[in-house]
């Protein structure tokens, strides 16, 4: 006779035999009863822990303190077997139990079949809408539309622009570089393609999908489109940007929208800045306005004058020219002016996204 009472033993048994049909029965249940079992046999899993485990475990070892030292060995060999063996249960089980949720949750409940949506005719993208009406404010400024290419070398996308390959600046640019060349990260490769074979007076722009080395979040994608516009001729100054982008604002977001300029760096313009234009929202009314955060003023856009070096690597006389450059995040725009909390909703292709915009 050892220390574990039978009828301790043939209750565990038969507890353990109960709970393991219990999981096997588990098969055959349907997706909502499923989850209910799993519950229940984690239930009884907790109970084996506190009954069995702590509960009468634990007595045991209490007792084997008090019995004879020449049997203690013996005993407390009993105690630790079958200590193992309920642990070894728990595992068993546990993994079952775990394997069960991980099937409901991947399990496939969704519907493949193709969604027909009656009467609802197919439309532009949003991005293209977006990109349209751009378009059409910079052509009533006088602005040409040039196309532009993605696949592009380091000296169109960095040196052309002022980036040297050591400068700190190509971390902000980092991109996908390939044996043929790279995936440009702005549109102001084009100012270089364009002014290679073109001269001044030019007033253009271009637009177009660039690529960056970011992980998808709420506000960064690896894959995004620009908007790039440049104007050069003799006598070009700060005002004349100014005054064309306060145009291209109250065109597109309204005329009681105003801007304010902020000084930045960018190697390819200087002066630069940063252009915010007031929130169209709450004008700064509101300070948990989810468009301004509350400071009134949104930044949209990099903006400056073309710097003289960029000028002469596409052998224009900065003595007699001088030009502004801007550039602006299409999405961004988009965003804004649509109030899309999220940039990745543009590329998932949702129909029902799709739908929402005229
Ligand atoms: N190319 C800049 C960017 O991607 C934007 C910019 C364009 C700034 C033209 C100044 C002039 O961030």
Redesign the pocket.
Known sequence: MGIIKDDVLNKYNNFISELKKEIEELEHKPNQELKEKINNVKKKVELIKSEFLKGIVSQLLRELSKTEPSNKKEFGQEINKFKEIIENDIRKITQKIEKKERELKYRFNFDLSIKFLPDTPGKLHILTIVQKNLMNVFAELGFEIIDGIEIEDEYHNFEALNIPADHPARDMWDTFYFSGGILRT?T?NMQIRILKTRKPPIKAISLGKCYRRDNMDATHSFQFH?L?GFSIDEKINFLDLVRTLYKFVHKYFGPNTKVNFVPSY?P??EP?AEMSISCFYCSGQKNDCSVCKGSGWIEIL???MINPIVLKNVDIDPEKFSGF???MGIERIAMLKYKIPDIRMFYQNYVEFNQLWR
């Open positions: 702005h102001s620009q790039e960018f390819f313009t630069s990099g903006c400056g450059a801007f550039g």
